[in-house]
């Protein structure tokens, strides 16, 4: 069946075989770190500089990984894909944007990071948004505000993900969801096949071992996304 209008989300499980550890895993994400201490608001109002230097190090090592074979499948689709494809990542890596800038995209293609950028910060005071390539102090002044000072541009929990209206508008829209990487156990990302399956779409999971939700789609597919992902797209 030719598909038009594809959404893709993806997780952090994209990034695994990238060197870039997932959030669940036993080794995962969180360095060590409890959620609470530094990746929450109250957390950066506690400990600047904790949160800061979490982050710092994170930033610092995307110079160490590069995209794997599933972010440039990815790229190479949006390359050639007729319709509307609009892909949401929950990862706030560059890996995408990488993959991306080697092979442009066609003219219906867009890419959001709904969890916000580790290369970018914004402005505690008036929340614009400027590019960061190095670390941040504690108290890093603002270039928008005499007051502000800089924060990572991460969605921490307790805050709204980014560009909502927009997704929720290409799912209501869509014939294709794809999940690539995700565990399915953070929201609003894991209600998403929910809103695609109300819009009539084909919904497909490409996941190392099911997701927690993965008896909602209609079609499930099993390995690592560098396996999958490649011969999932060639087959659209
Ligand atoms: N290929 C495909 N999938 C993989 C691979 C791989 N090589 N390695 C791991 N996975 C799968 C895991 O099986 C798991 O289901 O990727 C999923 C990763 O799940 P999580 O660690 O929960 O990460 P994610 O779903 O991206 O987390 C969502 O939670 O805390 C937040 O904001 C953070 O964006 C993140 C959100």
Redo the contacts with the bound molecule.
Sequence with gaps: MAHQNLVIL?????S??SGV?????AD???MGHR?EDV?TPQAFARDPALVQDFYNRRRRQLAEVQPNA?HRALAELAARWDGDLLLVT???DDLHDRAHAANPAAPGFDLLH??GELLKAHCTITGRVLDCPGDLAPDQPSPFHPRGTLRPH??W?GEMPLHMDRIERALGACDLFVS???????WP?AGFVQLARHAGARTVE???????GSRLFDERIH???????PVFCSSL
């Design positions: 993806t997780g952090s499980g994209i695994a075989e550890p997932t959030f669940r895993a995962g994400l969180w959620v990746a599933a929950q990862n706030v709904m969890h991460i969605v929990f690539i990487g995700t565990s399915g156990a953070v990302a490409l996941n190392l071992e099911p997701s927690q390995g690592p996304a560098t396996e999958v992902v």
